[in-house]
């Protein structure tokens, strides 16, 4: 008894912690969104290109939802979240497409974001930390490039924290509901960045 209410305590202030730092670094105001520069939609083609984008972004919406859903079932199982870490990621590489086709001064940063995919077996947590989460292997790039980022970043973070701790113990299962909770706080400005 002792050791969950320990758990939900801990979770709690994690969930706080996010919630002020989200609010302090990662929003934009109206204002910053609309004086983002952006490719003019200008043809059915983009327009078609964009409303795919939307589906999948409403996609992984649902998909990061269930994942979360997960960690709280009995039966739970290392590859079950690691398939669905694997769904997010390839979700979020073509929503990623049309943000570099839309935001075109992310081009260069969203592309090196994408090199991790390769090493996902190799990295250690650490250095996915330092340098995706932390940005210090990516080119700079403007505040509106960092949230379409991390709906690749946190994904491929709970990949390598399953992989890392496949009998997944409280303390990993509560960092990936942190992860995953982080992400679904991105979404709604990437649509506001990217599809609208």
């Not at 210090?136 to 403007?142: I, N, Q, R, W």
């Not at 970043?153 to 496949?166: E, G, Q």
């Amino acid at each position: 008894m002792r050791s969950n209410l320990s758990y939900i305590f801990s979770f709690m202030f994690i969930c706080l912690l996010i919630n002020q730092n989200l609010y302090a670094s990662g929003s934009m105001s109206d204002n910053e969104i609309n004086n983002v520069s952006r490719t003019n939609v200008s043809n059915k083609n983009d327009r078609e290109r964009l409303s795919k984008a939307a589906a999948l972004l409403s996609n992984y919406e649902i998909e990061a939802k269930k994942l979360l859903a997960m960690l709280d079932a009995s039966g739970l199982n290392s590859e079950i979240i690691q398939n669905k870490a694997k769904e997010l990621l390839n979700l979020s590489e073509i929503v990623i497409q049309s943000a570099q086709f839309r935001l075109p001064q992310c081009n260069d940063y969203l592309k090196k974001t994408l090199l991790l995919k390769r090493n996902l077996e190799n990295i250690s947590h650490d250095i996915l930390e330092k340098d995706y989460h932390h940005d210090g292997a990516l080119p700079k790039a403007p505040g509106e490039c960092y949230h379409t980022k991390d709906l690749f970043v946190h994904p491929a973070t709970v990949y390598v924290l399953v992989r890392d701790d496949p009998s997944l113990i409280d303390k990993t299962k509560l960092s990936i509901n942190t992860e995953i909770t982080e992400v679904l706080a991105h979404i709604e400005l990437v649509r506001q960045l990217v599809i609208y």
